[in-house]
């Protein structure tokens, strides 16, 4: 199914959540909105599963407007960042839910076969009798999207799904829930604040800031071309050097990089720490060495600029550097953007 | 870990052994004196002059209509204060609307006002020289001294009761569960029956039997109301009051006794309840750990 938003707009009392946003999701894409706490990211899902509703513009599913459609009839399978699982009920009982409350009337041997095949779906096999409490978190979440996908929804929506899991379990969620969306062909939506988890993840990634879409695209092209230096500094780690532009080069403490199209004037120029390096001579943004630290992969230097910036970045784990040493910074590949005059 | 055992503990506020063991005595005793003796004056006292005069006492044709007032005020007054507890604490807690706070202290006043006060101000609702009383009068309606009367004041006595209890614990819960189960295409009755209920279920019941002690020992409010007609109006806290009047001790005690049974019984049934995880405190430092332990 289609979702499109039309200039959606959300105020609650007198803090605007979401400005105006517009957004297409094809069917059976799965789309990732990323951004940081209070971006709207959540009330934008919310008002596309109905929990919420929008004070201007419309939501339609197909050709459909839902935007006045309740969540009880707008056939939404919602992943709650809690999981939300009925505690009084066993694992087959929450998965069955939906199918018998429904106005679709089910027979009792058709709800129990149903409730197999997910818990097979969800690799739950024989947990059907456990309460919620008596299983993992891991477990839960996928539980809870077992309930959710069980009531056939046109669209699922997933609130921060593994946002209460440690690290290694979601690794592996994600790629279970990449593979089930694979199977399933389902559109599907999920928020999150996490931009590894959304670049893993997602087909298309849709970048907010307070309430509104900063960039959206393929994880290539927001990571390749990130639209700004929020977009920039929100996808990852990144060391900020300040410098000028002109006639098409960026110059900042004796680095040059090229800056094509970008017109003279104060810039700022973003550099991953794996696109840094260091080395004896020039030319390069002169600096000491304040500390290293050493890590399985790599070590990672920091080092203190002449020109006042602190930088990070990553070098081989063979290269011989030590607090104290004085050399040059260098780099391989960086963004410039224009200094925007009042920084958000 | 072991060094620590044989040094001496930095000694905390309170800690020294005559502190500490004066303090519990004055508790014990005072506990004793204050709460225990009554108790046992009243089963000693109850059957002071025999069996047959605690039966005749309690078989007595005034004895047995104050205690159906009684039963009849609490099937009345604990169902309707209970489906007022459950909806004021639904609205509090799932819903935002203006006057939400107000709501909540207004719940607490019967709480914090004398019981006699409810009583004379339900006078001057209802008598005849209050607001609604020459109304009703024309209708022939009787609410005080009768049985509306009693429910009334008994119902504000014990209006916060369950929604005290159920507040805290729903507001623990947040909307997640109810919004969980109305995505899954569940009516809003369907949701309640299905999941609000059973998720706060023991802490309704504990409320509702705390709810019901109250009603049937409420003395104040409804003395006021009542007018304290024998075998018309007399509940039996007012029963009892009148035995006493009429120096007849023993019947006095005996009444009061099944009360003191009632008592007994309402504290049984708490303490089971906070077993179960009902109760305010419980409730609360329970709640993760609850988590799907069977029902």
């Given at each position: 199914?289609k979702?499109?938003?039309?200039?959606?707009?959300?105020?609650?009392?007198?803090?605007?959540?979401?400005?105006?946003?517009?957004?297409?999701?094809?069917?059976?894409?799965?789309?990732?909105?990323?951004?940081?706490?209070?971006?709207?990211?959540?009330?934008?899902?919310?008002?596309?599963?109905?929990?919420?509703?929008?004070?201007?513009?419309?939501?339609?599913?197909?050709?459909?407007?839902?935007?006045?459609?309740?969540?009880r009839?707008?056939?939404?399978?919602?992943?709650?960042?809690?999981?939300?699982?009925?505690?009084?009920?066993?694992?087959?009982?929450?998965?069955?839910?939906?199918?018998?409350?429904?106005?679709?009337?089910?027979?009792?041997?058709?709800?129990?076969?149903?409730?197999?095949?997910?818990?097979?779906?969800v690799?739950?096999?024989?947990?059907?009798?456990?309460?919620?409490?008596?299983?993992?978190?891991?477990?839960?979440?996928?539980?809870?999207?077992a309930?959710?996908?069980?009531?056939?929804?046109?669209?699922?929506?997933?609130?921060?799904?593994?946002?209460?899991?440690?690290?290694?379990?979601?690794?592996?969620?994600?790629r279970?829930?990449?593979?089930?969306?694979?199977?399933?062909?389902?559109?599907?939506?999920?928020?999150?604040?996490?931009?590894?988890?959304?670049?893993?993840?997602?087909?298309?990634?849709?970048?907010?800031?307070?309430?509104?879409?900063?960039?959206?695209?393929?994880?290539?092209?927001?990571?390749?071309?990130?639209?700004?230096?929020?977009?920039?500094?929100?996808?990852?780690?990144?060391?900020?050097?300040?410098?000028?532009?002109?006639?098409?080069?960026?110059?900042?403490?004796?680095?040059?990089?090229?800056?094509?199209?970008?017109?003279?004037?104060?810039?700022?120029?973003y550099?991953?720490?794996?696109?840094?390096?260091?080395?004896?001579?020039?030319?390069?943004?002169?600096?000491?060495?304040?500390?290293?630290?050493?890590?399985?992969?790599?070590?990672?230097?920091?080092?203190?600029?002449?020109?006042?910036?602190?930088?990070?970045?990553?070098?081989?784990?063979?290269?011989?550097?030590a607090?104290?040493?004085?050399?040059?910074?260098?780099?391989?590949?960086?963004k410039?953007?224009?200094?925007?005059?009042?920084p958000? | 870990?072991?060094?620590?055992h044989?040094?001496?503990?930095?000694?905390?506020?309170?800690?020294?052994?005559?502190?500490?063991?004066?303090?519990?005595?004055?508790?014990?005793?005072?506990?004793?004196?204050?709460?225990?003796?009554?108790?046992?004056?009243?089963?000693?006292?109850?059957?002071s002059?025999?069996?047959?005069?605690?039966?005749?006492?309690?078989?007595?044709p005034?004895?047995?209509h104050?205690?159906?007032?009684?039963?009849?005020?609490?099937?009345?007054?604990?169902?309707?204060?209970?489906?007022?507890?459950i909806?004021?604490?639904?609205?509090?807690?799932?819903?935002?609307?203006?006057?939400?706070?107000?709501?909540?202290?207004?719940?607490?006043?019967?709480?914090?006002?004398?019981?006699?006060?409810a009583?004379?101000?339900?006078?001057?609702?209802?008598g005849?020289?209050?607001?609604?009383?020459?109304?009703?009068?024309?209708?022939?309606?009787?609410?005080?001294?009768?049985?509306?009367?009693?429910?009334?004041?008994?119902?504000?006595?014990?209006?916060?009761f369950?929604?005290r209890?159920?507040?805290?614990?729903?507001?623990?819960?947040?909307r997640?569960?109810?919004e969980?189960?109305?995505?899954?295409?569940?009516?809003?009755?369907?949701?309640?029956?299905?999941?609000?209920?059973?998720?706060?279920?023991?802490?309704?019941?504990?409320?509702?039997?705390?709810?019901?002690?109250?009603?049937m020992?409420?003395?104040?409010?409804?003395?006021?109301?009542?007018?304290?007609?024998?075998?018309?109006?007399?509940?039996?806290?007012?029963?009892?009051?009148?035995?006493?009047?009429?120096?007849?001790?023993?019947?006095?005690?005996?009444?009061?006794?099944?009360?003191?049974?009632?008592?007994?019984f309402?504290?049984?049934?708490?303490?089971?309840?906070?077993?179960?995880?009902?109760?305010?405190?419980?409730?609360?430092?329970?709640?993760?750990?609850?988590?799907?332990?069977?029902?």
């Open positions: 199914m979702i499109r938003l039309d200039n959606v707009i959300k105020t609650f009392d007198t803090f605007r959540a979401v400005h105006g946003v517009s957004l297409e999701i094809e069917s059976g894409e799965l789309v990732a909105l990323l951004g940081p706490s209070g971006s709207g990211k959540t009330t934008i899902l919310r008002m596309v599963a109905g929990l919420e509703y929008a004070d201007g513009g419309h939501i339609y599913f197909g050709d459909q407007d839902a935007t006045d459609i309740p969540v009839d707008r056939g939404v399978g919602f992943v709650f960042q809690h999981y939300a699982l009925f505690p009084h009920m066993t694992v087959a009982e929450n998965i069955g839910f939906g199918m018998s409350v429904s106005k679709v009337k089910r027979s009792k041997a058709e709800i129990v076969a149903r409730v197999q095949q997910l818990l097979k779906l690799r739950l096999e024989g947990l059907g009798d456990r309460f919620p409490g008596q299983i993992s978190g891991g477990q839960r979440q996928r539980v809870a999207l309930r959710a996908l069980a009531v056939d929804p046109k669209v699922l929506l997933l609130d921060e799904p593994f946002g209460a899991l440690d690290a290694n379990v979601r690794h592996d969620l994600r279970w829930l990449r593979e089930i969306h694979q199977e399933l062909g389902i559109t599907t939506i999920f928020v999150t604040h996490d931009q590894e988890e959304a670049l893993d993840l997602a087909d298309r990634v849709v970048i907010l800031k307070e309430g509104k879409i900063v960039q959206q695209g393929t994880p290539q092209a927001v990571c390749r071309d990130p639209k700004d230096a929020f977009v920039l500094k929100f996808l990852g780690d990144a060391n900020r050097l300040t410098g000028e532009v002109r006639a098409g080069r960026a110059m900042a403490g004796g680095a040059v990089i090229d800056a094509p199209g970008l017109a003279d004037g104060p810039a700022e120029i550099a991953r720490p794996r696109d840094l390096d260091w080395s004896a001579e020039g030319p390069g943004v002169a600096a000491t060495v304040t500390r290293v630290l050493d890590r399985p992969g790599e070590r990672r230097v920091m080092v203190q600029a002449v020109t006042g910036e602190a930088l990070e970045f990553d070098v081989e784990p063979e290269r011989d550097i607090a104290g040493q004085a050399g040059f910074v260098t780099l391989r590949r960086a410039v953007f224009a200094l925007d005059e009042n958000a | 870990m072991s060094q620590t044989h040094r001496r503990k930095p000694p905390r506020v309170g800690d020294r052994p005559l502190f500490r063991n004066s303090l519990i005595a004055i508790v014990l005793i005072l506990g004793a004196l204050l709460i225990l003796a009554p108790l046992i004056v009243i089963g000693v006292e109850a059957f002059q025999g069996w047959q005069t605690y039966v005749a006492t309690l078989d007595h005034d004895t047995r104050a205690i159906m007032m009684t039963v009849v005020t609490a099937l009345i007054a604990v169902p309707v204060n209970t489906v007022f507890g909806a004021a604490a639904w609205s509090i807690t799932k819903f935002d609307f203006p006057g939400k706070r107000l709501l909540l202290v207004v719940i607490e006043i019967p709480f914090s006002v004398s019981p006699i006060v009583g004379v101000a339900y006078l001057f609702v209802y005849l020289q209050g607001i609604f009383g020459p109304l009703l009068d024309a209708y022939d309606v009787k609410i005080l001294f009768a049985l509306p009367g009693i429910v009334l004041a008994s119902m504000f006595v014990t209006a916060p369950v929604a209890e159920l507040i805290p614990l729903m507001q623990a819960q947040g997640d569960l109810e969980a189960a109305t995505s899954l295409g569940a009516s809003g009755w369907r949701t309640f029956l299905a999941v609000t209920l059973p998720n706060v279920k023991w802490a309704l019941l504990y409320g509702v039997v705390l709810c019901n002690a109250r009603v020992g409420e003395f104040g409010a409804v003395s006021i109301v009542s007018g304290n007609i024998r075998g018309q109006t007399n509940t039996l806290p007012l029963h009892i009051e009148l035995l006493y009047h009429d120096y007849q001790a023993a019947g006095a005690f005996a009444s009061a006794s099944i009360l003191a049974v009632l008592a007994v309402t504290i049984i049934a708490k303490v089971a309840l906070e077993r179960r995880g009902a109760g305010r405190r419980k409730a609360l430092a329970s709640l993760p750990a609850s988590q799907g332990t069977r029902p």
